[in-house]
């Protein structure tokens, strides 16, 4: 399906979610100087103006970047470090501006890094293409990006992370995904790979959790934030989550004060929550 458009929804409290978790996984990646690859299945624009008629039609960015950006000082420094991400594009101030996955691990890649991009919609491509397709290291196609795993992993360096966040609009995608992670587990067992996915009432999405974990035999984290209550017909992104497998021993830690934090930040009523854990790693 390609009707989704993530400009309508940048910035949100997912996508805060996602790049603090995507930030710390590259900065650990990172401490080793030999290169690795960074593969992101659903690339999407890469960059999204958040004063754009697409942004501004419900304004999620408003209940998610937003927040937290006039914050300063005693930040968890998770969070810190991916607002420092978002600020490179904003350098006057002005929030307007708002890093996909793409650009944010483009900002962290070092020259012997690789990163490649994957995002079919005919739209989005072209966009990316003039953000990205001229930078050394970085490799993009107009591509089904569950198909395209199967060519990255493993690569040269035997390093890689993988970030599969697709749209989940149709119930099929639930499935892709387990598929896709067995896929790439099976070709190159220590990979990273970081699975989003949205708290909805969608049936696939009850059991996608338990499935990512049972794929994952030497260790995996999982954190959720749930912040913004449904609306009347039980419809709405009430929260998501992120599965890592195959986690750095620190990050459990580094999301340990981050995410209560970030739940009582961007909390839309009084229930909001979180939850983290963790098992072997």
Do not use: C
């Amino acid at each position: 399906m390609l009707a989704y458009r993530h400009a309508f929804h940048a910035g949100n409290h997912a996508d805060v979610l996602k790049h603090v978790v995507l930030v710390q996984l590259m900065r650990h990646m990172a401490l080793k100087d030999k290169g690795y690859r960074i593969v992101d299945t659903h690339a999407g624009a890469g960059q999204y103006t958040l004063d754009s008629p697409q942004a501004m039609k419900k304004g999620e960015y408003l209940q998610g970047i937003a927040r937290l950006w006039a914050l300063d000082g005693n930040l968890p420094p998770p969070v810190a470090d991916y607002l420092q991400q978002v600020r490179q594009l904003n350098p006057d101030g002005v929030l307007r501006l708002y890093p996909g996955s793409p650009l944010m691990a483009r900002q962290l890649l070092r020259p012997q890094d690789q990163l490649r991009l994957f995002e079919l919609h005919p739209s989005e491509t072209p966009t990316l293409q003039a953000l990205l397709g001229h930078v050394k290291g970085v490799e993009l196609r107009q591509a089904d990006g569950f198909a395209a795993l199967k060519s990255q992993l493993p690569p040269p360096t035997r390093r890689a992370l993988v970030l599969i966040d697709p749209s989940y609009e149709g119930h099929a995608d639930y499935g892709r995904v387990l598929d896709a992670v067995g896929d790439g587990l099976r070709r190159f067992a220590q990979a990273v790979l970081m699975v989003w996915y949205p708290v909805v009432t969608k049936p696939g999405a009850a059991v996608l959790v338990q499935g990512l974990k049972a794929l994952a035999p030497q260790g995996w984290l999982h954190a959720r934030l749930d912040v913004q209550q449904p609306d009347a017909q039980g419809f709405g992104l009430a929260g998501s989550g992120v599965v890592v497998i195959n986690p750095p021993h620190t990050l459990h830690g580094q999301l340990r004060d981050a995410l209560p934090w970030l739940s009582r930040v961007l909390a839309q009523h009084a229930g909001a929550s979180h939850r983290l854990e963790q098992r072997g790693a």
